[in-house]
């Protein structure tokens, strides 16, 4: 009955490669987000998702792209991986008209070799 | 534009001891002010929040937060500390617009201690 979930939770890989973190919520939000935090542990939004349409964007390399096959899902695909982008990824999600009261996932630990 | 300064990054009280988490937040908008707590290798769990209504909030686990706007602070309790209270915490702030842009920005987070 998990209500917000990542898949995976460990991810390490090689410089240059491409990899995806899913995100699911069955919490019936219509709203999802991406977050990065970083090794000093600093938490930034990097994307907000609401019914499959994209309502927040920020400063994020276009090699980062989200996709939202539904409401329920939000998947994060990162292309040619740097060593930058080494960090915990965090899922959430809200109702819209909620939006400040997010749910967050468990986070998916990236580690760019 | 908005943010939260949380002071001390890390913070060490004897178990049994108040706990005091420190953040002032700046913004142009009346905020809602949140307090998340991350256990190690887990996720953000909400704790308690501020939404403009009393100014006196309780959380989760014996924790409280107090707004004061002339001080533009929202401070974390707990009357006494728990082992289990190690863990990271982070104050954030938004401005409640309901349009679905909210960004939540949150503080740079204060590692608990709990000294047994």
């Known amino acids: 009955d998990t209500a917000v979930s990542q898949t995976p939770k460990y991810l390490v890989t090689q410089m240059g490669n491409d990899k995806s973190i899913k ?23 990097m994307f907000s998702y609401n019914n499959k349409e994209l309502i927040i964007n920020e400063t994020v390399p276009n090699r980062f792209s989200p996709k939202s096959p539904d ?28 939006a400040h009261l997010q749910y967050f996932g468990p986070g998916t630990r990236l580690t760019v070799l | 534009a908005q943010s939260v300064t949380q002071l001390g990054s890390h913070v060490s009280v004897s178990e049994g001891a108040l706990v005091l988490l420190r953040c002032n937040y700046s913004s142009s908008v009346p905020p ?36 004061k706007k002339s001080e533009t602070s929202f401070h974390l309790t707990k009357p006494s500390a728990h082992m289990s209270d190690a863990a990271e915490y982070f104050c954030a702030v938004t401005q409640g617009s309901n349009f679905g842009n909210e960004k939540l920005t949150f503080g740079t987070g204060t590692r608990l201690t709990i000294i047994p």
Do not use: R
């Open chain 1, 23 to 45: 995100c699911e919520q069955n919490l019936g939000h219509d709203t999802m987000y991406w977050y990065k935090q970083d090794s000093k542990k600093f938490l930034k939004i």
């Open chain 1, 71 to 98: 409401k329920a899902h939000l998947n994060l695909h990162i292309n040619s991986l740097e060593l930058g982008d080494s960090a915990v990824y965090f899922c959430a999600s809200s109702h819209l008209t909620s």
């Open chain 2, 32 to 67: 809602y002010l949140f307090w998340y707590v991350q256990y190690p290798n887990q996720g953000l769990q909400l704790l308690l929040k501020y939404t403009s209504a009393a100014t006196l909030v309780k959380g989760i686990n014996g924790f409280e937060a107090e707004f």
